[in-house]
């Protein structure tokens, strides 16, 4: 039997007297990524017991608009990707991009990154 290998990932949240994120950061040692800064973050998982999803979504209150417009097109992006590799639905993940698409239309986001 091969030996088990347990990775962990660590969030580090510095908050405010009004408990608002002043400063966020991460690693993940086998990432290579030590104490790296963040401004904003989503945090998704799945409770198979309650048949739920659970999250945490935290921006440091310096993150600006249009960074976080940018971050939740991309982020949106992303988990069209990751659909379509979990469940191989083509016609939703077409679906899925377009309304990226229309998100990025009317944020006008072409050509920002």
Partial sequence: MSKLHTSEITL?????????PE????????GG???EEAKAMLLSVWDS???ESL???LWTKD???????????????????T??????????TATMKDFCDY???????????
């Fill in 83 to 92: 659909f379509m590799k979990a469940t191989q639905d083509e016609k939703m």
């Fill in 103 to 113: 998100f990025a239309e009317k944020l006008e986001l072409r050509g920002k990154k």
């Fill in 63 to 81: 993150m600006p608009v249009d960074e976080m417009n940018i971050f939740f097109h991309q982020t949106l992006v992303a988990l069209s990707d």
């Fill in 33 to 35: 990524i030590h104490e």
């Fill in 55 to 57: 999250k945490i979504d």
């Fill in 12 to 20: 580090k949240v510095t908050l405010d007297e009004n408990r608002v």
């Fill in 49 to 51: 017991a309650n048949r």
């Fill in 23 to 30: 400063s966020l950061h991460w690693s993940a040692q086998d």
